[in-house]
Each structure stands twice: as structure tokens, then as C-alpha cells.
């Protein structure tokens, strides 16, 4: 699950749950650093570190076992990111306790996450680098210690280690992935405070790089352009390389929202309209597509586009949200309170569903089939307020 934070944070817990905070794209230069992080508590999930700290917390009676289980059980069956805060918390009162990561397990994770780098063909030596970067991080934090370094601390012993288990491999020049650079320059545009900051430093990286970091530093400046309403500076950069990279869904999906940022609402919803043909229901191009409808006053073809992502996305809260706005825009009101339900669910607010659905019942009378499919999702809400109670 990938969390709407800027600080650095990933995190494992049993069930399979893996959180990270936006914020490691700004950190992990490089895919290959990106994936030493996801490496590193992959070994944390199959070598059970946070389940044999539970059980040695069980024993010395240090922490709640109930409260930090309602919160795995929250994040591995909702998805929410409040069950993922309840795991944080949890794993937090467990490293104060000293039980969960001990200096071995750490050691244990590093040491394994390098092995699956190698067998995944990626750089064994980013985890080292990674280190290196965190341990500057935290040097020049002063107290405001960021979440990961409190529970994963980086010393010079571990990032030697690193180093000393990739010793006897061959060095290898390792290209950077457009992609993630793409998706780095993407969040750094998001999460800027500035623009004209990121729009500088785009421009003064611009002048220095070469072949496909030149492309994705061209491509963050049209997002920050586009952001800043410079739009003829970002059409000229994206026309340039969509004629460079023809129909890459990244840059299709920042010519939409130049264009609709820009008032140019058919054109948007044309090219949208072409990019999905190309790419059936593509996430990010399907629920702006749906917005630019709504903004159409076509709510009816928005929620025809989010009924068909969210049932390939039934985890996404977001999706039921917006799939629930647009459903109220057409004036289906069952829907919205179907939807609505679905939403509250995935936050863990499994009364407030009970009661959109128990809205809904007396509105679909008429309808038995609807009305059996209601009463059932009712029947399995219930089932797990009673399974989180016990």
C-alpha cells in the first residue's frame, strides 16, 4: 500500500501487509535503491520478524497483543490506511520495547534483501548505497528523526556489511529506469511547496543531462510548468516527447491534465478518450477521464468508467469514493449509498457501511435481486464486526 506521506517510511507486517510513503521516491535515487528498501522488509515478511516479536513480547507481557492485532487485521482485510497507522503504532511500542528489530534481525534483513537483488537482477550494492544516503539523512535531521530511522537505525558497521556482501561480485554499469524516474520527477512536482523551486531545479538539471534523464527531467518541467499555468512551456516539452515516446502512458496522462488544467475540456476528454482505447482501464487516465465527464455533465458515462475500474480495484477507496460523487452527480442515490459503503468499509468504519447499505434497502424495494445482493453485503459486514470483536 503506498501512503500519502512525504517522510521516508516502508514497513512489513504479517498477512503480507507492505506500507510505503510516497516520500521513499524522493530519497531512492534509483530503482535499484527503491528496491533495497522493498528487499529489506520482504526479508522482514519471510523470515517472520514481526511475528517472532509478537511472540517474545507475548511472553515478557510488554505490550497489547489485542490492540496490535486488531490493527494487522484492519490493514490485511480493509487495505486503509488506518489499519496501516494501528500496524505503525504497534510495530513503534514493540521497537521502544526493543522485542520486534533487534540489531540480528536488521543484520538478517540486509543480508537476504541483498540475495533477492541479486536473484532479481538489480544492483546488490544499492542497499549500501541506500544506507549511505539514510545516514546523511539522519545526521542532518537534529531531533526530528524520521520513522524509518527509529526503527531501522543505520550505523557504519551495517552499511559496511552491506558493502563487504557484494565485495566479491562483478561491478556492472546499471542503467536508470525511465520509468521510476518519471514517477521520482512526478512526486517531487506533487510534493513541492514552491513551484518555482522545483521549476529551477528541473531547469538547471535540464541543461547538465543527457538521453533518458534529460527525457524524465522534461517531463517533471512540464508537470511543474503545468502546475505553475505556464501551459504553452509544457505543451512544447510533451509534444516533443510524445513524437520521442509515442502513446507512454505517463506522458499521455500529462498532456490530459495540461489540457484540462488548461480549460481545454473536449480536447482532454478526446485524447483521454484514445489513451484508454489504447489502454483499458488504465488507473490514473480511467478516474480522470471520469472527472472530466462529471465536469461535462456526463455523470452518467463517469460512473459507467468507475464501476469498470473498481471491479478491478476493489481495494481502492478511493475509486468507491469518487465512483460514489459521481453516482450522486446522475441522481442514483441506491448507488451512492452502495458505494458509500464500500468506502467506509476500506477506512474500517464498518458501522458507517452497515448504515449506507441499511439507506439504500428501502430504496431498491422494487428490485429483488439488488435488494438480495444489499442484504448479503449487510450479512458479511456484520461478520466481521464480529470477527474484529472477538
Known amino acids: 500500500t503506498l501512503i500519502d506521506n512525504a517522510s521516508i517510511n516502508a514497513f512489513a507486517a504479517p498477512g503480507g501487509v507492505l506500507g510505503i510513503n510516497h516520500g521513499l521516491f524522493l530519497h531512492a535515487e534509483t530503482q535499484h535503491e527503491f528496491s533495497a528498501i522493498l528487499a529489506h ?24 497483543i489485542a490492540g496490535l492485532l486488531a490493527g494487522v487485521i484492519l ?11 494501528a500496524v505503525t503504532t504497534s510495530r513503534g511500542i514493540a521497537s521502544t520495547q526493543q522485542l520486534s528489530y533487534s540489531r540480528t534481525r536488521e543484520s538478517e534483513a540486509d543480508r537476504i534483501g541483498i540475495s533477492t537483488m541479486t536473484r532479481a537482477n538489480l544492483d546488490p550494492r ?6 549511505e544516503r539514510l545516514d546523511r539523512l539522519n545526521r542532518g535531521s537534529g531531533e526530528q528523526i524520521p520513522e524509518f530511522l527509529r526503527t531501522h537505525p543505520v550505523t ?86 510524445l513524437t520521442q515516446y509515442p502513446n507512454h502512458i505517463a506522458l499521455e496522462l500529462a498532456q490530459i491534465e ?63 469514493y469518487q465512483l460514489a460523487e459521481s453516482l450522486g452527480l446522475a441522481n442514483d442515490i441506491p448507488g451512492v449509498h452502495q458505494a458509500r459503503a ?13 448504515k ?10 422494487q428490485n429483488f435481486q439488488l435488494s438480495a445482493k444489499i442484504k448479503q453485503r449487510i450479512d458479511e459486514i456484520w461478520a466481521l464486526q464480529d470477527q474484529s470483536s472477538q
Open 41 to 64: 522488509e520482504l526479508a522482514h515478511l519471510s523470515q517472520r520478524h514481526f511475528a517472532r516479536g509478537i511472540e517474545a513480547s507475548k511472553k515478557a507481557g510488554v505490550i497489547s
Open 75 to 85: 490493514a490485511a482485510t480493509a487495505g486503509a490506511e488506518a489499519g496501516m497507522a
Open 126 to 131: 544499492a542497499m549500501a548505497y541506500m544506507f
Open 156 to 241: 557504519r558497521s551495517r552499511i559496511s556489511d552491506a558493502y563487504n556482501q557484494t565485495e566479491s561480485l562483478a561491478k556492472k554499469k546499471w542503467e536508470p529506469d525511465f520509468d521510476y524516474q518519471l514517477i521520482r520527477a512526478r512526486v517531487m512536482v506533487s510534493d513541492a511547496d514552491l513551484i518555482q523551486n522545483i521549476i529551477s531545479r528541473f531547469e538547471t538539471h535540464a541543461q547538465v543531462r543527457q538521453g533518458a534523464a534529460l527525457s524524465a527531467t522534461q517531463y517533471g518541467l512540464a508537470l511543474a510548468y503545468t502546475k505553475a499555468k505556464r501551459f504553452k512551456e509544457a505543451k512544447a516539452i510533451l509534444d516533443g516527447l
Open 258 to 320: 495540461r489540457l484540462a488544467d488548461s480549460r481545454q475540456l473536449p480536447e482532454a476528454l478526446k485524447t483521454a478518450r484514445r489513451v484508454l482505447a489504447i489502454n483499458p482501464n488504465n488507473y490514473p487516465v480511467s478516474v480522470i477521464y471520469a472527472r472530466l465527464l462529471d465536469q461535462s455533465e456526463r455523470p452518467d458515462l463517469a460512473s459507467d468508467v468507475l464501476n469498470e475500474l473498481v471491479l478491478a480495484r476493489t481495494q481502492d477507496d478511493q475509486v468507491w
Open 342 to 354: 464500500e468506502y467506509f468499509l476500506l477506512n474500517g468504519d464498518l458501522d458507517g457501511a452497515a
Open 356 to 365: 449506507q447499505l441499511g439507506y439504500a434497502l428501502p430504496l431498491v424495494r
